[in-house]
């Protein structure tokens, strides 16, 4: 009994021992990793900003099957989804400046931003010509009796049923966008990756510990950005798309 007692005392030790050093490790790595979380956050931010609206206005461009335009529109569509994002931004970062244009001589942090929101563009352009598409042509042919333009259509008909459609795919670019971010370590931007890599080098026993704190930030920042578009789609989902065909 007495050996039993002193083992089970022991591993309560050694327990609270463990505990103490991960605590101690979190502590010293909290603000390599806030630095990165912040870094992280404007650039998926600006990139997912900037990639929205590049994305919309190629959409419905596309919608309209404008000539040539439409070509171009889709394969540059075709380029950036077919291609990997780390090849992408190897041309952004090391390709571009090379060429000896000036308006190309950007810092890693200029190619980052650039190079995530032309790859966020590619997926919203193609979700927002696939929910416009989706709007029954019964919408259109009722508004053209009623005397209205093409643009006005568009904008006052169709873009708002469109919207409906369009809201609960942009959660996963999003979120792909904010994982993405991983990435632009391989150019020099210290985001949450990064400087996790940093912590692991000064704490190279607790590998499992600091990637799991690293993913366990990831996970509270997309968290919310899910439940963001679920709520979203709530608010726009008055507006319901009627079939008059």
């Known amino acids: 009994m007495g050996g039993q007692t002193l083992a089970r005392r022991s591993g309560v030790e ?6 103490q050093h991960y605590l101690d490790v979190m502590v010293s790595i909290l603000p390599f990793l806030w630095t990165g979380f912040v870094q992280t956050f404007w650039i998926s931010l600006v990139a997912i900003a900037a990639g929205s609206v590049l994305g919309f206005l190629i959409g419905v461009v596309r ?7 439409h070509q171009l529109f889709g394969l540059y569509i075709h380029v950036l989804r077919g291609t990997p994002f780390l090849v992408q931004l190897y041309v952004f970062y090391f390709v ?29 352009a193609e979700i927002v010509m696939a929910a416009i598409d989706a709007v029954p042509k019964g919408q259109w042919e009722a508004a053209t009796a009623l005397g209205l333009r093409r643009l006005p259509i ?27 971010t991983a990435i632009l370590s391989v150019i020099g931007i210290s985001e949450l990756t990064r400087q996790g890599e940093i ?23 997309c968290y919310p950005v899910l439940r963001f578009t679920r709520w979203a789609e709530r608010k726009v989902g008055g507006t319901r798309v009627v079939n008059l065909d």
Request: glycine content about 6%; aromatic content about 12%.
């Open 199 to 221: 912590s692991i080098m000064r704490f190279p026993r607790d590998v499992l510990f600091i990637y799991g704190a690293i993913a366990l930030v990831y996970f509270v920042y």
């Open 14 to 19: 050694r327990g609270g021992v463990a505990v």
């Open 96 to 124: 571009m400046p090379n060429t000896g244009i000036e308006a190309l001589q950007w810092s890693s942090e200029t190619a980052a931003f650039v190079s995530l929101s032309v790859y966020t563009s590619s997926y919203v």
């Open 63 to 69: 919608s309209q099957r404008v000539p040539l335009l």
């Open 154 to 180: 568009l904008g006052l008909v169709v873009l708002p049923q469109a919207l409906k459609l369009a809201v609960p795919p942009m959660s996963g670019v999003y979120v792909n966008i904010i994982k993405n």
